[in-house]
Structures are given as structure tokens and as C-alpha cells.
């Protein structure tokens, strides 16, 4: 499939949300009923990853709620035409997500010690039931057999794309009870404060990025600043260019 197609296809399959309303329908489609239901974010990186790798434009499409994360897919809907709604990043919904389902037994995959422990003692202090925690250095086998034995009824992935992506997809398949699978990145490292948020001025102007990169300019140089160029290129060819 070409690259043009990859990407208004993943567009099309944000869920696009413009008031309470429509995050209460998300909250109703999440609540699994007979079968895991995966909750993902598509960010410009996301986008880059999947117009190089099929595999991973599989996963993230088969995703059944998908949500904008980020000024750069913003900018992307907008050129598609398509009503872009609010942003919905991970960091600040996801712990929404777990207040609304409060009391069910959570398992937290992802980052590594003392962050993973410094998370998972955040959630407590909510008053979330956080039955599992592991690094996200294992292998996919080992989370699916601890998943069988702790039996959580929602799962945070912080693992960073594409490794989450992948293991959600897995644990759909191979585990039949009801739960939510959240493609969280890294959403326990800030819980944790391993990683400062940006000022509130700065989040409300979608800029975020611009602090993460002034704050790990080694880690995410290439992300934001080759990866967005990236981005906006693919974007735009993939908008005009003739079939």
C-alpha cells in the first residue's frame, strides 16, 4: 500500500473528539464487554513508523479507539481536510481513563526502577488497584504469562512505539477475558516525574515538544527536528500527489 494511502487511512481512524460527550462515547466503547479493547495515541513519530513499517500501520489501524496526539497530526488533518478536534495526548488522558475506572485491577508494564515502583506509588495515592508491575525489558511471553496469573482489567503499556503497539496486539489475541489495553508511552515515566512536563502555557500552545527537546536534546533531536521535517514532507506529498 502506498505511503499516501497508509496515512489518510490512519487519519480516518481517529476517533475525533470535540466535547464531553464524545470522550464519554470513548469511555463507553473502551468498557470491554467479551473481548480486549486497545486504546492508542497517533502522534507524528507514529505516523513515521508506520509509513516505514506495514507491520506496524497493521497494529496501529486495528487499534479500537485511536486518538490525536499532538500539533503535527493537527496540522496533518488540516490538510487532509478532516476536522482535527481536540488533542487527546496520552499523559493527560490516560490518568482520566483510570479514574473512570476506578477499582479495577490495573496492571502497569513499562519504564524501568525506581520509576516503574515511583508510578506505581502515584496510582496509589489515587486509590487505583495496581495488581502488577514489570519493566518494559521483558519479552512478550513474559507479560502474557503474567497477565494470565494477575488477571488485571486494564493494562498501561509504557514501552514507548513500536514494542507497545506490538505486545497489545499480542496479549488481543492470545487472552480472552474482557480488558483495556493502553498504549501509554511514556506516560508512567512523567507519573513518576522522570521526566518534567512542559509549562501549562506551553502545553495549551501544543508546543510541548519544544521543551521535551530543549529538555533530552540527545534522545529527541532526531524525532523532532529530522523526524517532524519527516512528518510534514510525507504529509503533504501523500496529500497531492496524483494516484
Not at 158 to 176: D, H, S, V, Y
Amino acid at each position: 500500500m502506498s505511503n499516501k494511502n497508509k496515512i489518510k487511512n490512519l487519519f480516518f481512524k481517529i476517533t475525533p473528539v470535540k466535547s464531553g460527550s464524545d470522550i464519554k462515547n470513548i469511555f463507553l466503547n473502551l468498557d470491554p464487554v467479551s473481548r480486549p479493547k486497545i486504546l492508542a495515541f497517533l502522534n507524528a513519530h507514529a505516523v513515521n513508523l508506520a509509513a516505514e513499517d506495514s507491520a506496524f500501520y497493521r497494529q496501529i489501524l486495528s487499534c479500537d479507539v485511536l486518538l490525536r496526539d499532538g500539533i503535527g497530526v493537527k496540522i496533518g488533518l488540516s490538510i487532509f481536510s478532516i476536522s482535527s478536534g481536540l488533542n487527546m495526548n496520552g499523559t493527560d488522558f490516560i490518568p482520566k481513563v483510570l479514574e473512570v475506572y476506578k477499582g479495577r485491577r490495573i496492571a502497569f508494564y513499562g519504564t524501568k526502577e525506581p520509576y516503574l515502583q515511583d508510578s506505581v506509588e502515584w496510582a496509589e495515592s489515587k486509590s487505583l488497584k495496581v495488581v502488577s508491575s514489570i519493566d518494559g525489558f521483558q519479552s512478550e511471553q513474559f507479560y502474557i504469562d503474567d497477565l494470565n496469573k494477575t488477571l488485571p482489567d486494564i493494562i498501561v503499556l509504557g514501552m514507548g512505539m513500536p514494542k507497545q503497539e506490538f505486545l497489545a496486539n499480542r496479549i488481543r489475541q492470545e487472552c480472552t477475558s474482557p480488558m483495556i489495553i493502553i498504549c501509554g508511552g511514556a506516560v508512567l515515566d512523567f507519573k513518576a516525574e522522570r521526566f518534567l512536563r512542559a509549562p501549562k502555557w506551553m502545553r495549551y500552545l501544543a508546543i510541548e515538544w519544544v521543551f521535551r527537546l530543549f529538555m533530552e536534546p540527545a534522545r529527541m533531536w532526531k524525532r523532532y527536528l529530522l523526524g517532524n521535517f519527516k512528518y510534514l514532507f510525507r504529509v503533504i506529498v501523500s496529500r497531492f500527489k496524483k494516484d
